[in-house]
Nanobody, 120 residues
Framework: VQLAESGGGLVQPGGSLRLSCATN????????MAWARQAPGKGLEWVSG???????YYADSVKGRFTMSRDNTKNTVYLQMNSLKPEDTALYFC???????????????RGQGTQVTVSS
């Protein structure tokens, strides 16, 4: 199983970034996927999730600003992040969601992450 994130970087407050997570080694179109993040000195925070049918869920902190999607033809999930705030600064990673478990501490398979820094 492999998950590889890309698309992070430095952006000014109010800006946008689109993260990608390319995967292989499992039946992607049957898997629920998630994005989570870890800010410096803090614990893991679940950000968003998507079921195999495309239904999405978001943390209150990002609802209305972030959009998660998936492309089953490319085995890839995306996270479009708009109206970014300094408090969004974190290492973002994607993960395979165990059945019925959104808790990021329970993810067995996750990528290395991509750094997002929001600063002027």
């Amino acid at each position: 199983v492999q998950l590889a994130e890309s698309g992070g970087g430095l952006v000014q407050p109010g800006g946008s970034l689109r993260l990608s997570c390319a995967t292989n080694g499992f039946t992607f179109n049957m898997a629920a996927m998630a994005w989570a993040r870890q800010a410096p000195g803090k614990g893991l925070e679940w950000v968003s999730g998507i079921h195999s049918d495309g239904m999405t869920y978001y943390a209150d902190s990002v609802k209305g600003r972030f959009t998660m999607s998936r492309d089953n033809t490319k085995n890839t999930v995306y996270l479009q992040m708009n109206s970014l705030k300094p408090e969004d600064t974190a290492l973002y990673f994607c993960a395979i969601v165990p059945p019925g478990e959104w808790n990021p501490y329970e993810y067995d398979y996750r990528g290395q992450g991509t750094q997002v820094t929001v600063s002027s």
